[in-house]
């Protein structure tokens, strides 16, 4: 381009990202050229490079003074083509990164998408969902993390808002607005697949999967992800409670065939009966089952621990002299929790001593019961069941020592667990599929409440939030837990073991029991804080791979 004067012309050129600016003047009849040029760099460089030129005619017929005029010309122009160029071509101080600087190149699962630029955004918006009307604790827990995560992200935006059926049962939406877990309103289910094919949602977590997946939701889901553009789709994420099998295969299957999907376990062991499910199908013969993707489905998992308020000191913080309140937690079901045994070797220990466990001889009149002595200075043992669905059949003679607790309040249901001295989690030991691919929610309750829970080493090992000493009690798993109790209640054991044990072994034993006694049944309230702040802290690091997979790209990773 060139813009003519009387003086001369200014002439503009663009090339290769390369400008370039030039006067030429006139002083009578001998033409005077000056160039100025720059290069336009990449967003984030420091400068610009740019370089200056003039050519004055060789003529011996200029004067000294139109030499001085043309040179201090030529160098104001300088000065306002750089001032010029800077104004025109300087960089944004803050430029919109495609990828977050925390994202390693790992977590990016697809790197052949093409983003336009203009569907950056770092704003993240999820939808927790359920049409289940129970498990309220587990996913508004997860609601809970995706929310303090958002806040606590300085580039990141965001909004969190669940579906589900409202209100929720026992009074729980207390505890939401107590606990400062959600801040909007709970909306309706049906509301769901709408919203998400209006195109406000970036990740769909589904509360209950199993159950979620089976409804009209998995197709709905499926169709919607379809019809979004490549830029803009969703990330569904499966909170799974029961291993691999209770979810539909084909509905999971096809969202992996898309890199849709992630799985949200409650559970380390959860987790890791999900992977090897996984790799198993990826190694199937079934052709569609192998080429799903199924070894690629990322697994995270999330520990539902609330940060409860406890309204009273817990009894062991008090202390009691001595452990008199036991819990067992969970619906009554003899497959779920193991009541006759318990009751059995509670009843054989009452009849060998009575006394160690508060209470006077059993009358041996019909239907009799056994009732408290009330010369000793302690409290007698009780045995809290507190749970939901047809209360269990006590035997008489335990009618004064067990209480069954039934649809308590959350509020009522904390208090209550706050009072206890300790948990037993008394799962049968048959029922292997608590120990390898579905978890029981006490143990995480135990941790909200701040009571110790009586466990083994298979215990410890599935439930690994629990695995920590500041929290639990461990016994050999020789030793019943009705033989620990009285062993944490009087301070002295008794371990009953039959057949041809080795003498080593039994020593161990011993020392186990001796470690065990030895350490107590009370734990402080700042070691179970401590153990659920490392717990909310590997839940906020699932959390955030989940968002810094979505990036926001339009949603999609």
């Known amino acids: 381009m060139a813009e003519h004067s009387q003086f001369g012309k200014l002439i503009v050129n663009n090339s290769n990202n390369r400008s370039l600016f030039g006067f030429e003047l006139k002083f009578g009849d001998f033409p005077t050229q000056v160039t100025y040029s720059f290069s336009l760099m990449a967003h984030g460089d420091s400068a610009s490079n740019s370089s200056f030129s003039c050519s004055l005619p060789n003529n011996p017929m200029l004067s000294r003074r139109t ?19 800077q104004q025109c071509y300087q960089p944004p101080s803050t430029v919109p990164a495609l990828i977050d600087s925390s994202i390693s190149p790992s977590t990016i699962r697809d790197t052949n998408i093409t983003i336009p630029l203009d569907t950056v955004r770092k704003t993240r918006h999820i939808a927790v969902a359920t049409t289940y009307g129970v498990h309220m604790d587990v996913y508004m827990s997860l609601a809970w993390t995706f929310q303090k995560v958002l806040d606590q992200s300085p ?56 159950i979620d997946l089976r409804s009209s939701w ?37 969202f992996a065939q898309r890199r849709a999907i992630r799985i949200m376990a409650i559970s380390d062991h959860v987790a ?54 036991a819990v067992i937690q969970g619906n009554f079901a003899h497959e779920r929790r193991d009541y006759r045994n318990f009751f059995a070797d509670l009843m054989k220990s009452l009849a060998e001593d009575p006394q160690v466990w508060g209470y006077l001889p059993l009358d041996r009149t019909a239907n009799s019961t056994y009732l408290a002595d009330p010369d000793l200075s302690e409290p007698p043992f009780q045995l809290f069941l507190v749970g939901s669905g047809t209360p269990i059949e006590v035997p008489h ?29 008394a799962i049968p030991a048959t ?7 579905k978890a029981s929610s006490t143990f995480a309750i135990a941790l909200e409440c701040h009571v110790p829970i009586l466990v083994t080493r298979r215990i410890r090992n599935s439930y690994t939030h629990i695995d920590d000493d500041r929290v639990a009690v461990t016994r050999p798993a020789a030793m019943t837990e009705v033989d620990a109790l009285r062993a944490l209640r009087t301070g002295k054991a008794s371990l009953s073991v039959t057949g041809d044990a080795i003498s080593e072994n039994l020593k161990d034993m011993a020392r186990e029991v001796e470690n065990m006694i030895r350490r107590g049944w009370v734990r402080s309230a700042e070691d179970f804080q401590a153990v659920k702040a490392e717990i909310w802290r590997k839940n906020e690091h699932a959390v955030e791979r989940i968002l810094n997979e979505v990036l926001v790209i339009g949603g999609k990773r």
């Not at 499926?222 to 084909?250: M, Q, Y």
């Not at 029922?431 to 691919?437: C, F, L, R």
């Open 67 to 85: 030499l001085i005029f043309t040179a201090v010309f030529l160098v104001c122009q300088y000065l306002l083509l750089t001032h010029f160029a």
């Open 155 to 210: 580039s990141s935006r965001g909004s969190v808002e669940v579906y589900a059926p409202f209100p929720f049962i026992f009074d729980f939406h207390t505890v939401v607005e107590k606990l400062a877990l959600y801040r909007g309103e709970v909306k309706k289910p049906d509301a769901l697949i709408e919203a998400v094919n209006a195109g406000e949602i970036d990740v769909v977590v589904l509360g209950t999967c199993e």
């Open 218 to 254: 998995g197709e709905d889901l499926l169709s919607a992800w379809d019809a979004r553009d490549a830029a803009h789709k969703f990330t569904l994420v499966c909170i799974v409670h029961n291993g691999p099998e209770a979810a539909p295969k084909k509905t999971i299957e096809a």
């Open 272 to 325: 890791a009966s999900q992977k090897l499910a996984f790799l198993a199908r990826a190694d199937s013969r079934d052709t569609t089952m192998r080429s799903a993707g199924y070894e690629y489905i990322p697994v995270d998992v999330h520990i539902p621990v609330l940060n409860v308020v406890l309204d009273t000191l817990r009894a062991s913080e008090s202390p009691r002299k001595m452990l008199s309140n």
């Open 397 to 425: 003679e335990l009618q004064n020592i067990v209480h069954t607790r039934s649809r308590l309040k959350y509020t009522e249901f904390y208090a209550l667990m706050n009072d206890m001295d300790i948990v037993i989690p």
């Open 431 to 437: 029922n292997i599929a608590y120990y390898d691919v």
